[in-house]
């Protein structure tokens, strides 16, 4: 063939109808890739109606709410930009000390200004943290940021004057919510205010997940060499990325630390950095509603399993995660759109 | 005028091992250029040395007169370098679309924005398109790459990389690994490239690197072995003998296997 004939070629149109309608349809799959669709409303109809449903489970329900909002923060840096850390408790604990030793040791126990501080500090650390480590990837960096976390915990118990150790902080004390609400024994007013926050930041999440920025973030975990190639600062991404979710872990142990008034140096244990990428996973990862279904999922099951059972629960944890890593790889969340998927082509058939 | 690509004496190592050694390669804007050699003369280390993909040991780079030896990949390419993959390297749980306007996000520094909606700016999903449209992928716009046979995902490949709005592509075996029925495709493609870019292409079908290049850089063991027109390396009985000796070899080696 001669080189005429295969510029020709290649520059021949196809149909210029079909052509028409695929770039439409392409347009259309984008520009509307982001609209809210109608079922992202059932987790908050859902919220509400627990909080009529189970008026005195609601200290239970705050909790299920901060686990939510841990588990979306690591949904950010796992499910979408495919980092792996075993070390996210540290954010956790760092938010959540932030509250307990402003209250502690500084008479300080305004919540909202507390988080606000818990939410700049945590932020700071995964900046700082993320800096050094997101050079390294896979299991160099799982093994880095579980290090970082028990570095920070140890410094803690060699401190155990100013932590209170594994004892915990002795004479937290929250005020009132803008001076006004009290954190009564039935948890009512922290339902309302975590479920107000856990909204703000979902919204905020799902902004970023949706834009430009959120997409490059799958491109680094869908192929690091090719983001390099086409330009993209790939480092500076994913500190981006661990700093907004570091900072977001914080603000949910802040939450923690003010809603039971409690803190021991256990927020920064491996258990609870395993605990929350055990939730995403048997949620699914990568799409925002599998944190909201695996920390409630996981929480619930904890909760009921441990009353049961109270040594041996964690077998029935396990063999969920089990059956879900080896059936139902996209999670529930996962298993969930397949089912609707078969009965949606069932009744159409 | 300075040269789209300049690259001086070149040398990379591996441990003892010299891979790349004293090598100096010239582009012209809109250059049709051919890297060829046997296998293992180091063709893609060469690439992946321009790109910053390594470090060289000792040389530069420059890239339209700039020197960019100790710039990152990311750099490089923001500049208007470019490459494909002799493997491909692509997004491949997003749609086709998706490898195209996350290419140009990047490009634009689009990628750096947190609030907006990825899919609120047209312009960038009609140039996509428009690069789709191009090189024939317009109809498989939605589908997931992993989802396409091989030979349209090595048009994807192509398709970033001119997304990329290159000064320098560089082409690593574009069609490698896909059946000859297919390939003419993707040859028709690097055929009809913009005459503005500066082209390198690394390619063992002599009838292509011929048929396509304006000059030729002859590779041996790391080392620039001899360059020329076409012309003058088909009469070379040196190049000859090299390749022949290879393709021998290639042949002895299949009839024992």
Same mark, same amino acid.
């Given at each position: 063939?001669?080189?005429?004939?295969?510029?020709?070629?290649?520059?021949?149109?196809?149909?210029?109808?079909?052509?028409?309608?695929?770039?439409?349809?392409?347009?259309?799959?984008?520009?509307?890739?982001?609209?809210?669709?109608?079922?992202?409303?059932?987790?908050?109809?859902?919220?509400?109606?627990?909080?009529?449903?189970?008026?005195?489970?609601?200290?239970?329900?705050?909790?299920?709410?901060?686990?939510?909002?841990?588990?979306?923060?690591?949904?950010?840096?796992?499910?979408?930009?495919?980092?792996?850390?075993?070390?996210?408790?540290?954010?956790?604990?760092?938010?959540?000390?932030?509250?307990?030793?402003?209250?502690?040791?500084?008479?300080?126990?305004?919540?909202?200004?507390?988080?606000?501080?818990?939410?700049?500090?945590?932020?700071?650390?995964?900046?700082?943290?993320?800096?050094?480590?997101?050079?390294?990837?896979?299991?160099?960096?799982?093994?880095?940021?579980?290090?970082?976390?028990?570095?920070?915990?140890?410094?803690?118990?060699?401190?155990?004057? *100013?932590?209170?150790?594994?004892?915990?902080?002795?004479?937290?004390?929250?005020?009132?919510?803008?001076?006004?609400?009290?954190?009564?024994?039935?948890?009512?007013?922290?339902?309302?205010?975590?479920?107000?926050?856990?909204?703000?930041?979902?919204? *905020?999440?799902?902004?970023?997940?949706?834009?430009?920025?959120?997409?490059?973030?799958?491109?680094?975990?869908?192929?690091?060499?090719?983001?390099?190639?086409?330009?993209?600062?790939?480092?500076?991404?994913?500190?981006?990325?661990?700093?907004?979710?570091?900072?977001?872990?914080?603000?949910?142990?802040?939450?923690?630390?003010?809603?039971?008034?409690?803190?021991?140096?256990?927020?920064?244990?491996?258990?609870?950095?395993?605990?929350?990428?055990?939730?995403?996973?048997?949620?699914?990862?990568?799409?925002?509603?599998?944190? !909201?279904?695996?920390?409630?999922?996981?929480?619930?099951?904890?909760?009921?399993?441990?009353?049961?059972?109270?040594?041996?629960?964690?077998?029935?944890?396990?063999?969920?995660?089990?059956?879900?890593?080896?059936?139902?790889?996209?999670?529930?969340?996962?298993?969930?759109?397949?089912?609707?998927?078969? !009965?949606?082509?069932?009744?159409?058939? | 005028?300075?040269?789209?690509?300049?690259?001086?004496?070149?040398?990379?190592?591996?441990?003892?091992?010299?891979?790349?050694?004293?090598?100096?390669?010239?582009?012209?804007?809109?250059?049709?250029?051919?890297?060829?050699?046997?296998?293992?003369?180091?063709?893609?280390?060469?690439?992946?040395? *321009?790109?910053?993909?390594?470090?060289?040991?000792?040389?530069?780079?420059?890239?339209?007169?700039?020197?960019?030896?100790?710039?990152?990949?990311?750099?490089?390419?923001?500049?208007?370098?470019?490459?494909?993959?002799?493997?491909?390297?692509?997004?491949?749980?997003?749609?086709?679309?998706?490898?195209?306007?996350?290419?140009?996000?990047?490009?634009?520094?689009?990628?750096?924005?947190?609030?907006?909606?990825?899919?609120?700016?047209?312009?960038? *999903?009609?140039?996509?398109?428009?690069?789709?449209?191009?090189?024939?992928?317009?109809?498989?716009?939605?589908?997931?790459?992993?989802?396409?046979?091989?030979?349209?995902?090595?048009?994807?490949?192509?398709?970033?990389?001119?997304?990329?709005?290159?000064?320098?592509?560089?082409?690593?075996?574009?069609?490698?690994?896909?059946?000859?029925?297919?390939?003419?495709?993707?040859?028709?493609?690097?055929?009809?490239?913009?005459?503005?870019?500066?082209?390198?292409?690394?390619?063992?079908?002599?009838?292509?690197?011929?048929? !396509?290049?304006?000059?030729?850089?002859?590779?041996?063991?790391?080392?620039?072995?001899?360059?020329?027109?076409?012309?003058?390396?088909?009469?070379?009985?040196?190049?000859?003998?090299?390749?022949?000796?290879?393709?021998?070899?290639?042949?002895?080696?299949?009839?024992?296997?």
């Amino acid at each position: 063939m001669a080189v005429s004939d295969i510029e020709t070629a290649a520059a021949a149109p196809a149909s210029a109808a079909s052509t028409a309608s695929a770039r439409a349809r392409a347009t259309a799959f984008l520009a509307k890739r982001h609209h809210l669709r109608w079922w992202e409303a059932l987790p908050w109809l859902l919220i509400i109606a627990a909080y009529f449903i189970f008026p005195d489970r609601l200290t239970f329900g705050t909790q299920v709410l901060i686990g939510i909002m841990f588990a979306l923060s690591l949904d950010l840096i796992l499910g979408y930009a495919g980092i792996v850390t075993l070390g996210h408790a540290l954010f956790f604990g760092i938010g959540a000390y932030t509250v307990a030793l402003l209250t502690a040791r500084w008479n300080w126990g305004e919540p909202i200004s507390s988080m606000l501080l818990a939410i700049l500090l945590s932020s700071l650390a995964g900046l700082v943290s993320g800096w050094f480590l997101l050079r390294y990837r896979n299991l160099t960096l799982l093994m880095l940021t579980l290090a970082a976390a028990i570095l920070v915990q140890e410094a803690g118990n060699y401190r155990s004057d *100013i932590t209170g150790g594994y004892d915990g902080v002795p004479g937290m004390e929250i005020w009132k919510l803008f001076g006004v609400f009290e954190n009564d024994l039935y948890g009512h007013t922290y339902y309302i205010y975590v479920g107000v926050l856990l909204l703000i930041v979902w919204y *905020i999440v799902r902004r970023i997940v949706y834009s430009p920025y959120g997409a490059a973030l799958t491109g680094i975990r869908e192929n690091v060499r090719r983001m390099h190639a086409i330009g993209s600062p790939v480092h500076w991404r994913l500190v981006t990325a661990y700093t907004i979710a570091a900072g977001i872990a914080g603000m949910a142990g802040a939450l923690f630390a003010q809603s039971t008034a409690y803190t021991t140096l256990g927020v920064f244990d491996f258990d609870n950095s395993a605990k929350v990428m055990v939730m995403l996973i048997l949620g699914g990862t990568g799409r925002l509603y599998g944190a !909201f279904i695996g920390a409630t999922v996981y929480l619930v099951l904890e909760d009921h399993l441990s009353k049961l059972s109270p040594t041996f629960w964690q077998f029935g944890i396990g063999l969920l995660l089990v059956l879900t890593v080896l059936f139902a790889r996209r999670g529930l969340l996962g298993l969930l759109e397949d089912a609707l998927k078969y !009965f949606g082509r069932g009744a159409k058939s | 005028m300075t040269a789209a690509l300049q690259v001086e004496k070149l040398n990379r190592s591996f441990g003892a091992l010299p891979v790349t050694r004293d090598v100096d390669l010239t582009l012209e804007r809109g250059a049709r250029h051919a890297l060829i050699g046997p296998n293992g003369a180091g063709k893609t280390t060469l690439v992946n040395l *321009i790109t910053g993909v390594l470090k060289p040991h000792s040389g530069r780079v420059l890239l339209n007169g700039d020197d960019i030896t100790g710039t990152s990949q990311a750099e490089r390419a923001r500049r208007g370098l470019a490459r494909t993959f002799q493997i491909n390297q692509l997004f491949r749980g997003l749609t086709v679309l998706e490898n195209l306007t996350m290419t140009i996000g990047e490009r634009d520094g689009e990628c750096n924005n947190l609030w907006r909606p990825a899919g609120a700016k047209p312009s960038v *999903i009609e140039e996509a398109l428009d690069h789709l449209e191009s090189l024939r992928l317009a109809d498989d716009a939605l589908r997931l790459v992993r989802e396409l046979p091989y030979g349209r995902q090595r048009l994807v490949e192509i398709a970033i990389a001119l997304a990329q709005k290159p000064r320098v592509l560089l082409l690593d075996e574009p069609a490698a690994g896909v059946p000859s029925s297919e390939s003419h495709l993707i040859l028709d493609v690097v055929a009809a490239l913009d005459p503005e870019i500066a082209v390198l292409i690394i390619e063992h079908d002599m009838d292509v690197v011929f048929r !396509f290049a304006k000059e030729i850089t002859v590779l041996v063991q790391g080392a620039v072995f001899t360059h020329g027109t076409p012309q003058q390396i088909m009469a070379d009985e040196q190049v000859r003998a090299v390749y022949l000796g290879e393709e021998g070899h290639k042949v002895a080696g299949a009839s024992h296997g």
